[in-house]
């Protein structure tokens, strides 16, 4: 067999793997038979809209006192410098849509590529956090 004809193999293999407008979606060769991944930074109204869903996990990965000064409403608090953060986010269902945020938008970045590795299966980042949430006149629980 030629190596043409074993790249062109190899390449028709890998053209089921779409990326929808707005994700990040990937599959690997193990994990094909499974869904794909979803994962996407999201503006405000977005994330808002998200969170409004049935059966949803809004996480907050900010410092308790960040999320004492005030949080989006039903947020559960996982704070991403905790030792552990890694431990406390397996207690979370994978299956579930996550919507994941912090002050402004780098530290939950790195959670949902972290929750991303995991296998959650959708991964929602809230684009500038909380002060984008906040300066738009969204509603904070405190």
């Not at 994700?23 to 998200?50: C, H, M, R, Y």
């Not at 912090?102 to 929602?124: P, T």
Request: glycine share 10%; charged share 20%.
């Amino acid at each position: 067999m030629s190596a043409a004809v074993v790249l062109a193999a190899f390449t028709s293999c890998q053209s089921g793997n779409t990326e929808q407008a707005g994700t990040d979606a990937t599959s690997t060769p193990q994990d094909a038979t499974q869904s794909k991944q979803i994962s996407a930074d999201l503006n405000v109204d977005e994330f808002e809209k998200g969170i409004q869903g049935e059966d949803v996990i809004i996480l907050d990965v900010r410092t308790p006192d960040e999320y004492a000064q005030g949080h989006i409403a039903n947020a559960k608090l996982m704070n991403i410098y905790d030792g552990d953060f890694n431990e406390q986010l397996k207690t979370l269902d994978a299956k579930k849509p996550v919507y994941v945020y912090c002050r402004s938008g780098g530290r939950s970045g790195n959670a949902k590529n972290i929750m991303k590795q995991m296998g959650f299966s959708e991964v929602y980042n809230l684009r500038g956090g909380m002060m984008a949430w906040s300066g738009a006149g969204k509603a904070v629980a405190k």
